[in-house]
T-cell receptor, first 108, second 111 residues
Framework: DAKTTQPPSMDCAEGRAANLPCNHS???????VYWYRQIHSQGPQYIIH???NNETNEMASLIITEDRKSSTLILPHATLRDTAVYYC?????????FGAGTILRVKS | NAGVTQTPKFRILKIGQSMTLQCTQD?????MYWYRQDPGMGLKLIYY???????DKGEVPNGYNVSRSTTEDFPLRLELAAPSQTSVYFC??????????FGDGTRLSIL
């Protein structure tokens, strides 16, 4: 079973930051938090991952709480093309266990 | 940049037929995976491989078989197709410590 819980859906205005929360209170110290997204029915697309420290790349930022019980994915300037299902996943040993994810709808 | 390539993209099978879903990657990744995704659900791991000649079961392996004779290819075999295997199948690959890269999927209907 997935070790993460996410809200089923969120809305965001175009051009604003999208903040997607994820709870993972039961992950172990060596499990990474990965974020993927799936647009329409395409294959999932990797976004970002982290273990303890906050991470940033060209797509997004990942903020992990100090106790590692939760994290937030930040899309700094959401566009209509960011509308997708976003999955927060605790990864160990290269195995991903997908939950239902959060449907993010970016609206103009 | 081909990445992970899956064929076919769509297929309709009759109950009891067999088929092989093909997956090939050109990134020289050691690890490869097969997932299925049912409507409105997240992906579930069927089988995975950490290198040529090595395969292992995932969460939902029943009704499927795999082989890994080369680094590049990881075919998924359905021997006796059942309606419950109607799904979208995704193949992925990764390096041992890297993110997984997914193909575009095979949409399979069994009637």
């Amino acid at each position: 079973d997935a070790k993460t819980t996410q809200p089923p859906s969120m809305d965001c205005a175009e051009g604003r930051a999208a903040n997607l929360p994820c709870n993972h209170s039961t992950i172990s110290g060596n499990e990474y938090v990965y974020w993927y997204r799936q647009i329409h029915s395409q294959g999932p697309q990797y976004i970002i991952h982290g273990l303890k420290n906050n991470e940033t790349n060209e797509m997004a930022s990942l903020i992990i709480t100090e106790d590692r019980k939760s994290s937030t994915l930040i899309l700094p300037h959401a566009t209509l093309r960011d509308t997708a299902v976003y999955y927060c996943i605790a990864e160990y040993g290269n195995k991903l266990v997908f939950g239902a994810g959060t449907i993010l709808r970016v609206k103009s | 940049n081909a990445g992970v390539t899956q064929t076919p993209k769509f297929r309709i099978l009759k109950i009891g037929q067999s088929m092989t879903l093909q997956c090939t990657q050109d990134m020289n990744h050691n690890y490869m995976y097969w997932y299925r995704q049912d409507p409105g659900m997240g992906l579930k791991l069927i089988y995975y491989s950490v290198g040529a000649g090595i395969t292992d079961k995932g969460e939902v392996p029943n009704g499927y078989n795999v082989s890994r004779s080369t680094t590049e290819d990881f075919p998924l075999r359905l021997e006796l197709a059942a309606p419950s295997q109607t799904s979208v199948y995704f193949c992925a690959s990764s390096s041992p410590s890297g993110p997984q890269h997914f193909g575009d999927g095979t949409r399979l209907s069994i009637l």
